[in-house]
């Protein structure tokens, strides 16, 4: 039982590329987020999907999309990256709405 | 979903209780109080919510005041390991977690 699998742990990105950020989750959870921490800040909410394929957005949605078209996977999309969007991203599952949350270990994504 | 108020800071001796205060005087009737920590640069880790019950588990105790404005973490006998932020998160049944800035608790020899 793995939890919650981040992956990669580790990117760098120049401006303008693209990329896709993997979450996969192995307890069958329905509920499903991504957010981001930058330095010294609390985690602030990307985008969230309360069931397969369902999404919706959070507090800083712009310039990423997420898709989740298998139960067990959350994937976050990088169209374009920028500098501003240099920082870690976290992944959580829940089961159902009165559960907290399981975390991943994060992904540290730089953009030069 | 209410506002919380946590102290950027606050220090432990080790083997003591660590108590760490959560303002959320607008708190309504149907939102959760759930706490999280985040130790260095790991993913947040659930440590325990309620909702106007005090709550205990193998982690820590949950005190909330009668009037739901307020509540306490309780870690019973601090170690070096839970040095952490830890999140106070005020929320609804079916909304998702905002998280602020947290206290830094320091458990110190």
């Known amino acids: 039982n793995a939890g919650v699998t981040q992956t990669p742990k580790f990117r760098v990105l120049k401006t303008g590329q693209?990329?896709?950020?993997?979450?996969?989750?192995?307890?069958?959870?329905?509920?499903?987020?991504?957010?981001r921490q930058d330095p010294g800040m609390g985690l602030r909410l990307i985008h969230y999907s309360?069931?397969?394929?369902?999404?919706?957005?959070?507090?800083?949605?712009?310039?990423?999309?997420?898709?989740r078209l298998k139960k067990q996977n959350f994937l976050?999309?990088?169209?374009?990256?920028?500098?501003?969007?240099?920082?870690?991203?976290?992944?959580?599952?829940?089961?159902?709405?009165?559960?907290?949350?399981?975390?991943?270990?994060?992904?540290?994504?730089?953009?030069? | 979903d209410a506002k919380t108020t946590q102290p950027?800071?606050?220090?432990?001796?080790?083997g003591r209780a660590a108590n760490l205060p959560?303002?959320?005087?607008t708190i309504s009737g149907n939102e959760y109080v759930y706490w999280y920590r985040?130790?260095?640069?790991?993913?947040p880790q659930y440590i325990i919510h309620g909702l106007k019950n005090n709550e205990t588990n193998e982690m820590a105790s949950l005190i909330i005041t009668e009037d739901?404005?307020?509540?306490?973490?309780?870690?019973?006998?601090?170690?070096?390991?839970?040095t952490a932020v830890y999140y106070c998160i005020v929320r609804g049944f079916n909304?998702?977690?905002?998280?602020?800035?947290?206290?830094?608790?320091?458990?110190k020899p």
């Open chain 2, 38 to 43: 985040q130790i260095h640069s790991q993913g």
């Open chain 1, 18 to 35: 693209s990329m896709t950020l993997l979450c996969a989750q192995d307890m069958n959870h329905e509920y499903m987020y991504w957010y």
């Open chain 2, 95 to 107: 909304n998702d977690m905002r998280f602020g800035a947290g206290t830094r608790l320091t458990v």
């Open chain 2, 22 to 25: 959560c303002n959320h005087s």
């Open chain 2, 68 to 82: 739901r404005k307020s509540s306490t973490l309780i870690l019973p006998h601090a170690t070096l390991r839970d």
């Open chain 1, 50 to 67: 309360v069931g397969e394929g369902t999404t919706a957005k959070g507090e800083v949605p712009d310039g990423y999309n997420v898709s």
């Open chain 2, 8 to 14: 950027p800071s606050m220090d432990c001796a080790e």
């Open chain 1, 76 to 112: 976050l999309g990088l169209e374009s990256a920028a500098p501003s969007q240099t920082s870690v991203y976290f992944c959580a599952s829940r089961p159902t709405a009165n559960y907290g949350y399981t975390f991943g270990s994060g992904t540290r994504l730089t953009v030069v």
